[in-house]
């Protein structure tokens, strides 16, 4: 099977009737179809509608029929005639054999060559000539059988024309499934890309949130860990030996409000503990003249459980009938 003719975009073929000195040419389209049974679609070009007939870089068949046509029937071999015609480079001519019949039909290049030089300037390659006296020749089977027969690949090696021809017309036949292929793939990355893109991060943020979450379990065991080591330090204080020690030392009009131990000490930011403080002791409460303030004072001061007690502060009320107070004893470590 021939692959060259399917490749091919369409061929030039101008069918010129030379009568009484006067050519007058039909242009047409002619392409070589695998969908109909390797039929040849034949299509006249109109010259004011369509360029097809003005492509570079094409394959050109001339037909040539009308009066002018000369005819010569051949018998012999050797007939000097029929050498003449043949050797003459002024003559365009066509040998037909029918039957047992044949013959030759000539006409001069002379009457086409507004045809021919049509071919030049079009840098055509100029497949096949058919000269004939008569009128009704098979165009399509003429066609047929020069797909067929003359186009091969063996004329793309040997026609500069013909070959420039054969890449523009493969050129046409694969620039749409290369660009559909070409569209395809940038679809098809686009979508790898995207889903990889999203992944990623998915996977970023999955990482930040286990970063943050690490970051947060390790603030948590630190703060557990130095709790536990509070908690561990203040069990070795006898708690209720002290309050009973503080409260057998309280004079009669003293009122103690509040007994706080260990308190946490206030961090620079507001509403934030910076840390315990597991040796001290803070006292708060009234009493009815500073004297006695300074009574208890002296008492804890003197019991050898408490290494020292501070007076923070003592204030006198509005109504001047009782004092507020706090004191601040340190234990022992």
Known sequence: MNLLPPILSEILVFQVDVSNGIASTKT???KYSLKKDHAIILQEVNEGKS?????????AVVIITGNDVGSKEHEISGDEVFTKITENDNLLWTIHEENDNRRIDFIRKSSLGYEFNEIDNKKLYLGEVIVSHRTNIDTHLFLKEFYETKVNFNLVKKSKEFRAFFFDSLFDKIKLPVLIIFFVLLLINYLVFSSVKEKYEISEIAYNIQLQKNKQDTEISEKVNRLLG???????YPLALMSDRIASYIPKDVRLTSI??????AHPVKGKAESITNNTIVIKGKAGIPGTILLLTQYLREDTLFKNVDIINIDNLKNNESYDFELRVTLWP
């Open 28 to 30: 047409s389209a002619a």
């Open 51 to 59: 360029d097809r007939s003005k492509k570079k870089n094409g394959v």
């Open 260 to 265: 706080t131990f260990f308190p946490e000490r």
């Open 230 to 236: 509070d908690y561990n330090k203040i069990q070795s």
